[in-house]
């Protein structure tokens, strides 16, 4: 393979299970190896293939059981394949489950060596990097007592510590980063960033979907053991989300019989084609109501891409409800480039500040709305936010209860519009994601 | 510098590949250091959180000779009789004890060996480790156990005869193939224990009953009659048994052809248990 070839090819990759009711069955298997079978098939991985290059990277996501840690261990070496080939270039360290290599009745220190020799460091190299590597972990006196006396946060941060010194050319992360505090969990993140920025390939598994969206640029979507989609993280999210709605609908229907049965999307105003389906693929739900369009206006109402701070927002939503109904509530939702949920706000917030005296206006909550009736919502507010580039979701929900304690989500859009905000560093400038529209007092 | 090329299939390394002494060579150079860690580790682990630590490790063979002493040369008064051999009573204690350095070698190893790799599920599965490492780091640790009884062993002989033959330089050369027997044998049973887990019971009875009894430990091989003489040869521990003895007490040289022959056939055994290992191993994370 050429220097530019992939770090990762992972080709028709499937791994097999023998169940055997009994140990000794394998060996009897071996012996008959033609003749009869003592086992019965499970395939956890089948038909796999994709590839990660260079400094790329890509996240593995799935519900539990689809096979994404046996993909993962067969990638890092500690299991066989049953078919198929993997094709790895560099050094790999793995962070499958931290701390799995210590052994409790030694010091931290004595436990350091023993996984920097795992992971092929000489005891000089360990000597050069031991300060670094307590400094990183943050444990103080207790590096010089027996690993059991830790806490699993210690634990996670020792291990951690280790894993990254050994400067891998790919980096294989199973979600061993969810335990630890939020400071700890931060300068992993940080490591990673930083590795990453090195050129090191990284390949993640994680549930944790705004991990995968902020640390991979691509991801696979696994599914019973096989690709379900791949492609860049973001749309393979949405795939993600799509699965765990669909399965917990499917649940939903066996387990209230179908109380309301979800209707079809039957008779759209206007036919779409292939915009229906890039708009399909990025959203979900019962559609009793339905999203018809996210538009982002400025405040003369003309369609608008980039604000600065403080000038009028406008989020128009259009939905229409496909049956009669009442308790709707429409509600948006800001995200930034990284993924983190900015602001969350809807009708129902506004009917509660009604309902509480602390507003005046129409509240939605209580009309009911006849079938097929058609409105739009304009969401307003004099835009507060930091420079970045933000992402509007939109969703309309069916609320049994005032203070959304009982929600139904009847159409939920992702990515149903975008916006960036620019900040002007030389007439009105702050650092940060909010604009906290502070003064400065002088007092004399 | 291109960054090593790694492919990870469903085919195995061939048997020739790995029944290449250069391979095993290579595989333990490459692993010195976590040998070397696995080993104090192994040699530590015992003692770890004891009042006394390590010095348990000199301890306890220490206890197993006095005792000995005691109920052989002062209770029993049993006399080692062999042919052209008349010793004083004390004789017989040295005579066994030298011959134990062989078996605990052996045995230290080998009766841990189906619950290495079994009790250690994280190293397989969750850390990518070079599993081989365990059944050596377990071997040497055997080792230097026994070589503390070793040493202690010199000291009652030379307290009890007041010289130590010049011969018993030549006790590293009896103990090699021993060494290199435990450690194919260690490896061969660290993978089967992990599909048949009676290995370890059966084990317990092989090892310390018939493999201890059979060989001349106890007695001098002329004490079996002669027509019968060829079980205790069946048996691999007798031919290191007498050679220790041989460098150790009687200050003769170790028969030659015989341990040339000896240790060819223990280093066959630890290339084929290195190889039926690192073949088997692959199926060790589907069973764990």
């Known amino acids: ?444 | 510098m291109t960054p090593p090329l790694v492919t990870l299939s469903s085919s195995p390394a061939s048997w020739s590949a790995l029944l290449n002494p250069a391979r095993l060579a290579r595989d333990l150079w490459r692993h010195r250091e976590l040998i070397r860690q696995f080993t104090v580790r192994e040699l530590t682990a015992r003692s770890k959180g004891t009042l006394l630590g390590v010095a348990w490790e000199v301890l306890k063979p220490l206890a197993t000779i006095l005792v000995f002493t005691f109920v052989f040369s002062i209770v029993l008064r049993v006399r080692w009789q062999a042919a052209g051999i008349e010793s004083e009573t004390a004789g017989f204690v040295v005579m066994m004890l030298c011959a134990m350095i062989p078996f605990n070698v052996f045995s230290q190893a080998v009766l841990t060996a189906p619950t290495l790799v079994l009790g250690r599920p994280n190293l397989v599965k969750k850390v990518v480790f070079p599993l081989e490492v365990l059944a050596v780091s377990a071997t040497l640790a055997s080792l230097v156990t026994a070589l503390i009884f070793a040493a202690l062993v010199l000291i009652l002989l030379l307290l009890t005869t007041g010289r130590v033959p010049p011969t018993a330089a030549l006790l590293p050369l009896a103990l090699a193939p021993v060494v290199m027997l435990t450690l194919g044998v260690t490896w061969f049973l660290a993978s089967l224990g992990v599909f048949l887990r009676d290995i370890g019971q059966l084990l317990n009875v092989i090892v310390s009953n018939i493999l201890f009894f059979s060989a001349p430990i106890f007695y001098p091989i002329e004490a079996v009659p002669e027509h019968l003489r060829f079980i205790p040869y069946l048996n691999p521990m007798t031919y290191p048994v007498l050679d220790a003895r041989r460098v150790l007490v009687l200050g003769e040289q170790p028969d030659w052809p015989v341990l040339v022959a000896f240790t060819l056939g223990c280093a066959a055994v630890m290339q084929a248990g290195y190889a039926w290992f690192v073949k088997s191993k692959r199926g060790l994370a589907d069973v764990i």
Request: glycine fraction near 10%; proline fraction near 2%; include cysteine.
């Open chain 1, 1 to 444: 393979m050429s220097a530019a070839g992939p770090a990762i090819a992972v080709e028709n990759l499937g791994k097999c299970y023998h169940m055997y009711a009994r140990p000794e069955d394998r060996l009897k298997q071996a012996a008959f190896r033609w003749s009869r079978r003592f086992y019965a098939e499970f395939w956890a991985l089948r038909e796999v293939s994709f590839e990660v290059q260079r400094g790329e990277s890509f996240g593995i996501v799935g519900r539990n059981g689809s096979g994404k840690s046996t993909l993962l261990q067969i990638v890092a070496g500690t299991t066989a394949p049953t078919e198929g080939v993997v094709r790895r270039a560099g050094r790999v360290a793995a962070l499958l489950e931290l701390g799995s290599g210590f052994d409790p009745e030694f010091t931290g220190r004595e436990n350091v060596y023993l996984n920097g020799a795992i992971v092929g460091l000489s005891r000089r190299q360990v000597d050069e990097r031991f300060d670094a590597i307590a400094g990183f972990a943050d444990i103080g006196q207790f590096i010089d007592q027996p690993v059991k006396t830790y806490s699993s946060g210690m634990l996670v941060r020792l291990a951690f510590a280790v894993q990254v010194q050994v400067e891998p050319d790919i980096l294989i992360v199973d979600e061993a980063l969810a335990v630890g505090d939020n400071l700890f969990q931060k300068r992993c993140y940080q490591r990673l960033h930083e590795l990453r920025e090195r050129g090191v390939t990284l390949l993640f598994v994680s549930h944790d979907q705004e991990t995968i969206r902020t640390l991979t640029s691509r991801a696979l979507l696994l599914h019973a053991g096989r690709v379900r989609a791949i492609g860049p993280s973001s749309e393979v999210l949405l795939d993600y989300r799509r699965l765990l709605h669909e399965e917990e609908k499917r649940w939903m229907r066996t387990e209230a019989a179908a109380a309301h049965a979800p209707r079809s999307v039957g008779g759209a105003e206007e036919a779409r084609g292939a915009d229906d389906d890039a708009r399909a693929r990025r959203s979900f739900g019962d559609l009793d109501a339905e999203i018809l369009g996210v538009e982002v206006l400025d405040g003369a109402g003309e369609a608008c891409a980039t604000f600065r701070p403080g000038e009028t927002l406008v989020i128009r939503v259009r939905y229409r409800v496909n049956r009669e109904m009442s308790g709707l509530g429409v509600s948006v939702r800001i995200r930034d480039k990284q993924g983190v949920k900015v602001y969350s706000w809807g009708t129902l917030n506004q009917d509660m500040a009604v309902w509480a005296g602390r507003a005046q206006g129409d509240v939605l909550w209580e009309r009911r709305l006849p079938a097929g009736h058609t409105e739009e919502i304009d969401f307003v507010c004099d835009c507060p936010l930091g420079a970045n580039f933000y992402e509007v979701q939109a969703s309309v929900s069916e609320e049994r209860d005032r203070h959304y304690n009982d929600q139904r989500i009847l159409h939920w859009i992702d990515e149903a519009a975008f916006f960036s905000v620019l900040v002007d560093r030389y007439e009105y400038f702050f650092g940060g994601v909010a604009d906290l529209r502070m003064r400065a007092h002088v007092r004399h």
